[in-house]
């Protein structure tokens, strides 16, 4: 089958372009690569931040402001600056769509405050905005004839004359690699948070599958460093405590009942403090008791629910024991707002890098990303189908996909790939997450350079090639050995502390290195990298920070 328009995700993000990518007259797919239903727009429980007049330049100016505030000075005023202005829209338009958020007495949107804004911007459906956001938009996409492609897993791109022609998949029902044309290409799978896995609230899938094919198409990623670590997450399970239950007036304190921090502060500042307070024997609780039941029950039930089963705490009446995991990743496929460096292909949310976040990002900011820029990406992505043929398929890179599988296939191996994902998490997490130095960043440079040698001899166990999951086990590994390895070397080149990135050899920021990182692959396994100057957006950056 041939489509005009591909999306690759089924997060807000994908969804959005899908639907603002379908017209009439076109064939729009949206492709995943498991269940539609476990994106992690879906998970983001806490809201989604929007000024709901448009007439209220104030209000908008200064969301554009913390936004930037927010960003460490990274932050692309342009994107910002769009993103902001276009949010009463995009949350008049979900509301048209019947996304039904929380609303006081009189039928007004609720909004509620999140870390590291002024103002309470945050629009909300209780603790399960995402997923209730996300099941409105996947049934628009399927009125409008979107077609939906579940359980296909990417490997690659197909381009002629740096124009993109298709997009190459593993049909996980059956392990065939099948191609799939199509005149444009939206990305939209989301980040890399997964390659900390036992330490994320991400699925263990999100593995920076766009960002591995972005290189090998000859993308660039840019800010790999800047991985947000969320300050709340359970003890054992990882499940995210939303921001909500802090915005609803949660407090954070030590074993000693002691508060150490703004709860509302930013999300690194935060994620930091209680580390430190981690580290130095102190546990950390989540303080929701003062709150009323009713008003748990109305405005957090999610996480009533979830504290009861997975922990079996009831919140009402005790702490919750927390710790901070890996979250959200400000890093991703460099683009301008949407558009890549080869024509047709577009990149949105998560997994692309458009300035909008810099070195770290506000809360409830995700979700309205993923909004405003898949729906810019989907208008773009049909202009350019609208006006373009489909090209023909170069299957040299096809053939090289078909020769990996069957070799996976037809080798044996004694190597457990599964101890390789629990162990390159646990390396991540020790030596290039919160808190990071240059010893620890060596360590885990040496320690992934390894498991990258090692991770080309793994093999299916089991042959069957009918939803085979140790096929698609095996190639995202090898997806988050190479992104991992793209986040250790930015964090070892970028010899200062900004945003989520701390190094405790270096605590202070550098007015010098005030300036994205951007890598590219210039052969397999052998990363290029460098800081990028661009003096239009460093004069802005001197004029808001007056440095």
């Not at 328009?5 to 064939?27: P, R």
């Not at 505030?69 to 338009?93: H, R, S, V, W």
């Not at 080798?411 to 808190?435: C, E, H, P, Q, Y």
């Amino acid at each position: 089958m041939i489509y005009d328009v591909i999306v690759v995700g089924g997060g807000i993000a994908g969804l959005m372009a899908a639907i603002e990518a379908k017209s009439d007259y076109n064939k729009v797919a949206i492709m995943t690569k498991g269940n539609l239903f476990k994106s992690n727009s879906s998970l983001a429980s806490g809201g989604i931040n929007g000024t709901l007049n448009a007439s209220d330049m104030k209000a908008i100016k200064q969301h554009i402001e913390d936004t930037i505030k927010g960003a460490y000075g990274l932050g692309d005023k342009k994107t910002i600056k769009y993103m902001c202005e276009n949010a009463p829209k995009i949350i008049k338009q979900l509301v048209e769509f019947g996304v039904k958020f929380d609303r006081d007495e009189n039928g007004n949107i609720l909004q509620r405050s999140f870390g590291g804004g002024s103002a309470k911007r945050t629009c909300y459906i209780g603790d399960k905005t995402g997923a209730e956001i996300t099941q409105i938009l996947i049934k628009i996409a399927k009125q409008k004839g979107i077609k939906f492609l579940v359980n296909h897993f990417v490997t690659n791109l197909t381009t002629l004359k740096n124009s993109v022609s298709g997009v190459v998949t593993i049909r996980r029902v059956d392990s065939s690699v099948v191609v799939y044309p199509a005149k444009s290409v939206i990305l939209a799978g989301g980040g890399y948070a997964g390659i900390f896995r036992g330490h994320s609230t991400n699925a263990q899938d999100y593995t920076g599958d766009l960002l591995a094919i972005a290189l090998r198409v000859g993308l660039h990623l840019k800010d790999m460093e800047f991985v947000q670590f969320h300050p709340t997450g359970f003890i054992k399970t990882n499940y995210l405590v939303s921001e909500a239950a802090r915005g609803e007036g949660g407090l954070l304190i030590n074993s000693k009942g002691e508060s150490f921090v703004d709860e509302l502060g930013p999300r690194d500042v935060v994620s930091r403090a209680i580390q430190n307070q981690i580290e130095n024997g102190q546990d950390v609780f989540l303080d929701l008791r003062h709150l009323s039941l009713e008003t748990i029950e109305v405005k957090l039930p999610s996480l009533y629910k979830s504290a009861f089963m997975q922990a079996g705490i009831d919140i009402s009446k005790e702490l919750l024991p927390i710790k901070p995991v890996a979250h959200y990743t400000m890093g991703g496929i460099e683009v301008d707002m949407v558009s890549t460096d080869i024509k047709g292909l577009f990149a949105c949310g998560e997994c692309a890098s458009n300035g909008v976040h810099g070195a770290n990002r506000l809360g409830g900011n995700s979700l309205l990303e993923g909004a405003v820029f898949g729906a810019l990406s989907g208008k773009e992505a049909q202009i350019y189908a609208n006006s373009n043929e489909f090209l023909p398929i170069e299957f040299s890179n096809v053939i090289k996909d078909i020769k990996i599988v069957d070799t996976i296939f037809d080798s044996d191996t004694s190597k457990n790939f599964n101890a390789m994902r629990v162990s390159l998490g646990n390396t991540m997490f020790n030596n290039a997450g919160l808190i990071r130095d240059e010893e620890s960043l060596n360590k885990a440079y040496d320690y992934i350079r390894y498991l990258r040698s090692e991770a080309l001899s793994l093999h299916c166990v089991h042959k069957d090639r009918g939803n085979n999951v140790e096929l698609i086990s095996i190639l995202e590994l090898r997806n988050a050995l190479e992104i991992s390895q793209a986040v250790v070397m930015s964090a070892l080149k970028r010899k200062e502390s900004r945003g989520a990135h701390y190094r405790k050899d270096y605590p202070y920021s550098d007015e010098s290195q005030m300036k994205s990182i951007v890598i590219r692959e210039v052969a397999k396994c052998q990363l290029e990298i460098w800081f990028k100057e661009n003096w239009v957006l460093y004069k802005i950056r001197k004029w808001f920070y007056g440095i």
